[in-house]
C-alpha cells in the first residue's frame, strides 16, 4: 500500500475523487489501464480526456502526436516511467475527425444486464481461492463475505492449467431470493471486503501466487471503516462496467466518500482492490476492458 502517496493525496486535498470515480472506470473500459494510473493522469491534466501512448495511438487509431503536445507520465511497475498523449494532442494526417467515445468520454450504453453470468460468478470467485454459495436470507441481508473455520473445497486451475482441488476459508454467500442484476452490487461490496483485507489471511490461498488472492492484513480496522471501504470499491466496480452507482445510506461511514480528511491509505486500498477484482476478471477471460490490459 501506499499510505502518504502524494498522488491520492492531491487527490483528495484538490476535491477530485469524483473526477477520479468517472475517468478511472471509463479509461479501464477503453484501454485497461490501471485505476491508480488514471489518477496519476489526473493529477497532470485535470478534466483530461482519453490517453494513450504514442505508439498505440498510431497501431490502433492512425494518428499522430502534435509538435506542441504535452506529455504525460504513468507509472510502470518494475520499469521506466511510460509517456502519455491526451486524444487533443494528437492529429490525423488524413484529417480523420477523434472518434466520439474520446471526445464525449462515454465508452458505452449503460447495460441492462449483469457483465457476467452466475456460471462466470462461481468460475472467477473458484480460480482465484474463493467459494460461492447462496442462501436465502429473508428481505434484509443481501450477502455476506465470511472466513469459515472449516474449509470449503473447489475446483480450479493450477500453475499449468490442470484440474486442482483446494481448500479454502473464505466463503461469498448471496442471497438467493434475488435476480443476478440484484445481486451485483452486493457481490461488489463483498470482495471489497475481501481485497481491502478485512478477513483473517487463509494462508493456504494468500501464499499460492498463481491464485492472485494476496490479501493485506488489515482486519484490525473499526467495523464502519471497513463498510465504507467496501462501498468505495463496489462504486469503482460499478462505475468500470457502466453501472449506476448508488451509495448505500445504510453503510455507517458513507458520508465520508466526499471528505477531504479521507486517508489516502483508504482511497489507495480500495482502487487497489477493485483493480484486483478486474484483473480476475482479465485472467478469466471475462468482461474484459475494450482495450489491451496495460498497467
Known amino acids: 500500500m501506499r499510505p502518504n502517496d502524494p498522488i491520492l493525496t492531491y487527490i483528495i486535498k484538490h476535491d477530485m475523487l469524483e473526477d477520479l470515480y468517472d475517468y478511472a472506470p471509463y479509461m479501464w473500459q477503453m484501454s485497461g489501464l490501471s485505476l491508480y494510473n488514471s489518477a496519476v493522469l489526473l493529477v497532470q491534466r485535470p478534466g483530461l480526456g482519453f490517453a494513450a501512448n504514442e505508439s498505440t495511438w498510431l497501431r490502433d487509431y492512425g ?3 502534435k509538435p506542441e503536445a504535452r506529455p504525460l507520465l504513468i507509472v510502470k511497475p518494475f520499469s521506466p516511467l511510460e509517456i502519455y498523449y491526451e486524444a487533443c494532442d494528437t ?10 467515445w474520446m471526445q464525449q468520454q462515454k465508452s458505452y450504453e449503460l447495460p441492462t444486464v449483469p457483465p457476467f453470468t452466475k ?3 462461481v468460475y472467477v470467485l473458484s480460480s482465484h481461492g474463493v467459494y ?19 474449509p470449503m473445497p473447489i475446483e480450479c486451475r493450477g500453475k499449468k492449467g490442470e484440474p486442482l482441488r483446494l481448500y479454502t476459508h473464505y466463503a461469498m454467500v448471496l442471497n438467493i431470493r434475488h435476480k443476478l442484476t440484484e445481486q451485483m452490487p452486493t457481490f461488489f461490496h463483498e470482495i471489497g471486503h ?3 483485507g478485512h478477513l483473517p489471511q487463509d494462508k493456504e490461498i494468500t501464499d499460492k501466487d498463481f491464485l492472485g488472492c494476496k490479501i493485506p492484513k488489515r482486519c484490525d480496522i473499526p467495523p464502519e471503516q471497513k463498510e465504507f471501504e467496501a462501498e468505495l470499491t463496489c462504486k469503482a ?3 468500470a462496467f457502466g453501472w449506476q452507482y448508488t451509495p448505500d445510506e445504510n453503510v455507517e461511514g458513507v458520508a465520508k466518500f466526499e471528505s477531504k480528511d479521507m486517508p489516502p491509505e483508504i482511497l ?5 482492490a477493485a483493480n484486483r477484482f478486474l484483473s480476475w476478471l482479465s485472467d478469466c477471460k471475462i468482461a474484459q476492458p475494450q482495450g489491451k490490459y496495460t498497467y
Not at 132 to 150: C, N, P, S, T, V
Open 119 to 121: 456460471e462466470e460468478l
Open 268 to 272: 489507495d486500498v480500495t482502487l487497489s
Open 63 to 65: 494518428r499522430l502526436i
Open 91 to 100: 492529429y490525423s494526417p488524413e484529417g480523420e475527425p477523434l472518434r466520439s
Open 132 to 150: 460461492f454459495g447462496e442462501q436465502d436470507f429473508g428481505e434484509r441481508l443481501f450477502g455476506e463475505m465470511i472466513y469459515q473455520k472449516a
Open 194 to 196: 475481501l481485497l481491502c
Open 237 to 239: 466496480i460499478m462505475k
